[in-house]
Every structure is written in C-alpha cells, then in structure tokens.
C-alpha cells in the first residue's frame, strides 16, 4: 500500500513537499517514482529513485527544481517541489517497481500505486 501526503494549494513560485508511504512490502528493494496527471492530460512520470539511490529526472522542466529522496527506515519517498508553476496543477502519484528507474517513465514499469495528492498552483 501506498499512501501519499502533502498536497494542497499553493501560488506561483511556491514549495510543496509530498511524503509516500510505503507499507506491505520490503520498501528497501524497489525503485520509487513520482508521476502526475493533469486535468485531461496523460499522466507523466516526474522523477524517480532506485533502490540504490540513483535518481532520475524526466522532464527537463523539473530539474533543478524538484528533488526525490527516500528514507529507507521509515518506508517513505519524498518529492521536493520549488518555484511552482500553474501548469504543475495535478494530482501526483506515488509508484513502486522494480529495483532500477525505468529511462523512461513507463507507467507499466511499476508495480504499485498510490491514491494521489492533489496539487494546486494558482495566484
């Protein structure tokens, strides 16, 4: 089970920080990714990190950005967000698969799924 935290509403520019928790599984061993769907669109892979803390970011507009981490100890992923922008409203997903980032950011690739956060960015 996968369990994501830290949604809300935020202006242009800001923060947010989502938490996933991980519960059911040997966390340790899988690979942790962060996606997106927005409104009408596709969902989108936006990072992910391997269980040997290789990280991988997929679009190129995130980077610099936004960072993943994870806690091994306490099951959890992290995703770091700064200087928001409206069109990164979305709900955003947490996802576990297999211990290596995928190079692209297959939805099939993972195993298990969250129930997203929503994220909101408006003035």
């Known amino acids: 089970q996968l369990v994501e935290s830290g949604g809300g509403s935020v202006q242009p520019g800001g923060s947010l920080r989502l938490s996933c928790e991980a519960s059911?599984?040997?966390?340790?061993?899988?690979?942790m990714g962060w996606f997106r769907q927005a409104p009408g669109k596709e969902r989108e892979g936006v990072s992910c990190?391997?269980?040997?803390?290789?990280?991988?970011y997929y679009p190129d507009s995130v980077k610099g950005r936004f960072t993943i981490s994870r806690d091994n100890a306490n099951s959890k992923v992290y995703l770091q967000m700064n200087s928001l922008n409206s069109e990164e409203t979305a709900v955003y997903y947490c996802?576990?698969?297999?211990?290596?980032?995928?190079?692209?950011?297959?939805?099939?690739?993972?195993?298990?799924w969250g129930q997203g956060t929503q994220v909101t960015v408006s003035s």
């Open positions: 990190i391997s269980s040997s803390d290789e990280v991988t």
């Open positions: 059911g599984f040997t966390f340790d061993i899988y690979a």
């Open positions: 996802a576990a698969g297999p211990p290596a980032c995928p190079l692209v950011a297959a939805i099939a690739w993972f195993d298990y």
